[in-house]
């Protein structure tokens, strides 16, 4: 069998918008097809077609050779088509392994009681088989964005599939867990299923990839061997233009401490952390899954509370207890789960916008609707958030737009820091430039900003300074001028420089 999967022809349109026109893609079996395109390309789109998500308002769809038409995801699913998505399908108040076994639990007394102790050891076994350190009988809810990702990947593998989709699969995940999960995907490869490989990360489909199709604006332009076409020809396939620069230029002028923050201790995941942040200076901070970066981020921000430390603001001390505590001390924070905690998804753009300084736009606890207007016109038009309208529900933007609006929200405040937890997760390659010249921005007028990041090229392309983290602890700083990855991945994996890494 040649073709395992065939779309020929796909158009599906939204009220005001045609997501896909006249969209071709085909898979064959044992082979890693990569799908790329900008955010609102329909890359996404067409595979929920797939999937039985939405339903192709033209086209067909073959699959081994047959016409394939999906009800729900579920029955894709029994038939042979599983997808991982960007936006994690998981229920947090449940256990790892009842999310892995979720409408699928193995069985005892006439299949009519679940067997607990069954799930529990077959999920763990899984999780085991790939390398993992995760508990089957945690609770989701518990996890970092990367564990949850992790997890949905071990969700996916209980099922036989003859197609496997993954979106994003590695935008929360390190150069070590990216590692694992390739030597995953290169076993179902040689396993004879075909993968349909959706990742704005363009360096590291030479690992993998045999194929690459470009989509833009909902439309097909081009399908090609990986082996046959370069980077830079793919981004302007992307976005219709040449991007000769991937990290915009920055006038750096470093000046005074902003923030410090002195011996932070919360349980096992910050062990005694000491950093500083100087005005006009961005910071990266790295470090493998678990190490204690986004729990660093949360508790100067006050989303967490502390045992014990000190965090100073320009030599003024304060113990964050919560996050209007923070603000008010001039700190934002841009969540790596921009979704689950940095908006309001069915709330309009406008609102989310506004929605940290309603304060300063209203008078006797009334808001000014002609100043938030004025505000939220004037950020949209110097962020470049493409929006239909101020009023639109913003769970319908793209990701990039979406952090946009995240991050106007703070330049209207006027922050002293600005911590970005992962900033381009999710986000294709024009918008990342985008968002990496308003990081700029922010530490040009002379913020304290932090980057925390798990793109080793993003760490090294836009830090002044790097600190790297290994099991609540950091392990080493190094300048930009002497970053290297290698050394970088010595200090994440906690070794001496020299030291052979597993």
Not at 63 to 76: C, Q, T
Not at 200 to 208: G, K, Q, T, V, Y
Not at 270 to 299: F, P, W
Not at 355 to 379: C, H, M, P, T, W
């Amino acid at each position: 069998m040649d073709t395992l999967l065939r779309m020929e022809h796909i158009t599906k349109e939204f009220p005001g918008v045609r997501a896909l026109n006249m969209v071709d893609f085909d898979l064959r079996p044992g082979e890693i097809h990569a799908l790329i395109g900008e955010n609102g390309a329909g890359k996404s789109t067409l595979m929920k077609v797939l999937t039985g998500i939405y339903t192709q308002d033209s086209g067909k769809i073959t699959f081994k050779g047959k016409p394939f038409v999906s009800a729900n995801p579920k029955d894709a699913q029994d038939k042979g088509i599983s997808m991982i998505h960007q936006e994690f399908n998981l229920i947090p108040d449940l256990t790892v392994a009842e999310n892995i076994f979720i409408s699928r639990e193995p069985r005892r007394l006439k299949n009519l009681i679940i067997d607990d102790a069954a799930m529990v050891r077959k999920s763990q076994d899984l999780i085991e088989s790939l390398g993992l350190k995760i508990d089957a009988r945690s609770i989701i809810n518990n996890f970092s964005v990367a564990e949850k990702q992790m997890v949905e990947i071990v969700k996916a593998l209980v099922v036989d599939s003859d197609i496997l989709v993954l979106d994003e699969p590695t935008s929360a995940l390190s150069e070590k867990e990216v590692a694992k999960l390739f030597e995953i995907i290169v076993k179902l490869k040689a396993d004879g299923v075909g993968i349909i490989y959706i990742s704005h990360r363009l360096e590291e489909f030479d690992a993998i990839v045999d194929r690459v199709t470009v989509l833009r604006d909902g439309a097909f332009v081009a399908t090609r061997n990986w082996q046959d076409v370069g980077i830079p020809d793919l981004i302007k396939m992307m976005v219709g233009r040449t991007l000769t620069d991937q990290y915009p230029k920055r006038d750096a002028r470093i000046g005074d401490v902003v923030l410090r923050a002195d011996h932070i201790v919360r349980g096992k995941k910050l062990k005694d952390i000491s950093i500083i942040v100087r005005s006009g200076e961005i910071l990266g901070i790295d470090g493998l899954m678990g190490a204690g970066r986004t729990e660093l981020a949360r508790a100067i921000f006050g989303a967490d509370r502390i045992d014990s430390g000190t965090v100073w603001i320009n030599g003024n001390s304060f113990s964050p207890k919560s996050p209007t505590d923070a603000i008010r001390q001039g700190i934002a924070y841009l969540p790596e789960d921009r979704k689950k905690e940095g908006l309001f998804l069915d709330l309009e753009v406008d609102t989310n916008l506004l929605s940290a300084n309603l304060a300063r736009y209203s008078r006797f606890g009334i808001v000014d609707d002609a100043l938030a207007r004025s505000v939220v016109d004037r950020k949209i038009a110097e962020l470049n958030v493409k929006t239909p309208s101020v009023r639109q529900i913003i769970k319908y933007l793209s990701g990039g737009n979406q952090q946009k609006v995240l991050v106007a929200r703070w330049l209207c405040m006027d922050a002293k820091v600005v911590i970005f937890d992962e900033p381009t997760r999710g986000i294709d390659v024009g918008a990342k430039y985008e968002i990496y010249s308003l990081m700029n921005a922010v530490a040009e007028r002379g913020a304290a900003v932090i980057m925390i990041s798990s793109e080793m090229s993003e760490i090294l392309g836009m830090s002044d300074r790097i600190i790297v983290m290994c099991e609540g602890r950091i392990t080493g700083e190094l300048s930009a001028t002497e970053a290297t990855q290698e050394k970088i991945m010595h200090l994440a994996s906690n070794l001496a420089y020299g030291e052979e890494l597993k």
